[in-house]
Every structure is written in C-alpha cells, then in structure tokens.
C-alpha cells in the first residue's frame, strides 16, 4: 500500500507542478502537453538461471507534460502503460520450450531535458513503476501447444524504480520521434536469495505535442 501511495504521489504531484507552471510560464516558453507511443524491447539482467534471456516486444503509450525551467532545459514528467519482461527457452526431456514473460506497468517517468538543438533533445531522469499484471506464457516448440499462466503478481516485487537515457527529434513543432534506455535498480522477485533480477528496456516511438 505504501509503494501503490508513493506511485500515485509522484503522479499527482508532477501534474500538479505542470498545471501550475502553465499559470507562469511566459508566452513564448509555454508548458505544452502531448501523447506518445511506440515499441519496447525489453529484457531482464542476467542471474543465475538466466543465461538464456532474450529480448521481448511490447508497447508503450501515455500521456506527457513538457515544462520549460530555462532557455535550453525543461522537466518531461510522463504517464505510461509499458510492457517489460522478456524470453527464455530451455529443453525439458527431448522438448524444447519457450517461456515469455509479460510484466505490465503503469509507469511515471521524470524526464529532465536539455535542447541540444533547436529540434533536438537529450535527456535523463528517474522512473517509477508500479506493475498492474504479470502472466507467464509457455509453449512447447515441438507440438506446438502452450499455455498461460495466472496473474502472479503477488509474488513480484509490484515498485519498479529505473533510471532513463534517451533522445528525441521534433521534425515539425508537433511532431517528433524519441528514443530511451531504461536500467531497472529494483529487484524484480519479492524476497530474491540469488542474483538480483531487473527490467531493462529499450524504448522507441512517436510523440505528438498539443499547441
């Protein structure tokens, strides 16, 4: 309860500093808002059993508040449905399987941004997730079944905190691409004794300004 609190704060108190910050801001550097979306390619650090991690695709998309603090910088905080997990494959009695892993997350990134170029910006900043759903699915490449398993998100650790590099270009004042690395610092598995397990997630998509 207190970690779901936290998220929720972080959320609230960013929105709140956007919707106050658009009140102040002057007319030529106003606080713009938008949407975004694009593709994750995710996958988790490798420890001990995960020597086999491979890479999964999911989807990314939610809402942004962009708030000019200085000429040539400004704090993106962000609203996002992500998908994290990953892949792994393994052979169990002359069977081989596949295992994917979906973590879904309501994430609020803080981006802090610096406008290398008139259109172009690099950032960095934290990110907070809190993972709404976590399903395994498992298929036997060699008859072709497979199978889902239950929401098993009691047994992870439900906070995500990760740490965003990226870039984004804006090829029209509305319209622009990005491009972000997230590193997990938190670990994935609820009372871990091994290796820690985190998400990583290279994220590529659109943005869309409202002005």
Not at 63 to 85: D, L, R
């Amino acid at each position: 309860m207190k970690k779901l609190i936290l998220g929720l704060a972080v959320t609230a108190s960013s929105l709140a500093f956007a919707q106050t910050t658009t009140a102040t801001a002057s007319s030529s550097n106003p606080v713009t808002f938008g949407v975004k979306g694009g593709m994750n390619v995710s996958s988790a650090t490798k420890g001990s059993g995960l020597d086999d991690n491979k890479s999964k695709i999911g989807f990314n998309a939610g809402v942004f508040a962009n708030i000019p603090i200085a000429s040539s910088f400004s704090i993106q905080p962000e609203v996002i449905y992500s998908q994290y997990g990953n892949k792994t494959e393994y052979t169990v009695l002359g069977n081989k399987y596949s295992t994917s892993s979906h973590l879904d997350y309501v994430a609020v990134p803080v981006m802090f941004q610096y406008n290398a170029l008139p259109n172009l910006y690099l950032e960095a900043g934290p990110e907070f997730g809190l993972m709404v759903s976590a399903k395994n699915k498992i298929k036997n490449e060699t008859n072709g079944n497979s199978t889902t398993s239950d929401n098993y998100k009691d047994d992870l650790n439900t906070f995500n905190v990760g740490i965003g590099i990226g870039a984004g270009y804006y090829f029209t004042p509305n319209f622009g691409v990005t491009a972000r690395y997230v590193a997990g610092l938190t670990d994935i598995v609820k009372d871990n004794p091994g290796d820690a397990i985190r998400n990583n997630v290279f994220q590529v998509g659109l943005a869309y300004k409202f002005k």
